[in-house]
């Protein structure tokens, strides 16, 4: 004995052509590219500087990855410090205004005190957390963030608040 099943659906008889055109449309490489980062300074007893641009690509509408730049600049009562180094870093929109958000940093930490001598320790930071982002092309970023590793010589201390923003074209 035996039997045969056909689906009779719509779809089925869809043609190739047809399927094709009920996709979303391909977004353009140029239009998947967001730019942006934060940077900060204060200037008196304590000079601080801080400048960290990132580069990210939309793989899905929801979802960004990217790289990062990293440098600080702390002065105070003769010791100086520099901390740089790049970021690969991930975000993931919740909703339009929630975000997730994941980033491994390899920091290069430079010291000197008022005398000259000079030290140097290179500090892996893991940072994630999640907060608010205005959305759009130009958006305006605000989140809160904890560092997984802990490293004794990291330059955070936990919680992390950090501002900045991304834009796209």
């Known amino acids: 004995m035996h039997s045969y099943a056909q689906k009779t659906t719509e779809e089925d008889y869809a043609t190739s052509a047809?399927?094709?055109e009920n996709t979303q449309p391909e977004i353009p490489f140029r239009d998947r590219l967001v730019f942006g980062g934060n940077f900060g300074g204060a200037f008196g007893a304590t000079t601080f500087f801080q400048l960290n641009p990132m580069i990210g690509?939309?793989?899905k509408e929801w979802w960004v990855n990217g790289v990062g730049l990293n440098y600080f600049y702390v002065s105070q009562g003769g010791i100086s410090q520099s901390n740089y180094g790049a970021s690969l870093?991930?975000?993931a929109y919740i909703v339009k205004t929630i975000i997730a958000h994941t980033e491994f940093e390899m920091i290069r930490r430079e010291a000197s005190d008022?005398?000259?001598n000079m030290a140097s320790v290179n500090v892996p930071v893991w940072?994630?957390?999640a907060g608010y982002s205005s959305g759009g092309r130009i958006g305006f970023s605000a989140m809160?963030?904890?560092d997984l590793i802990q490293d004794p010589n990291s330059p955070y201390s936990n919680?992390?608040?950090r501002v900045g923003g991304l834009f796209g074209f």
């Open 114 to 116: 008022r005398y000259g």
């Open 57 to 59: 690509y939309r793989t």
């Open 144 to 146: 809160v963030m904890y």
């Open 159 to 161: 919680p992390i608040f």
């Open 89 to 91: 870093w991930s975000r």
């Open 18 to 20: 047809t399927k094709k």
């Open 127 to 129: 940072l994630v957390g």
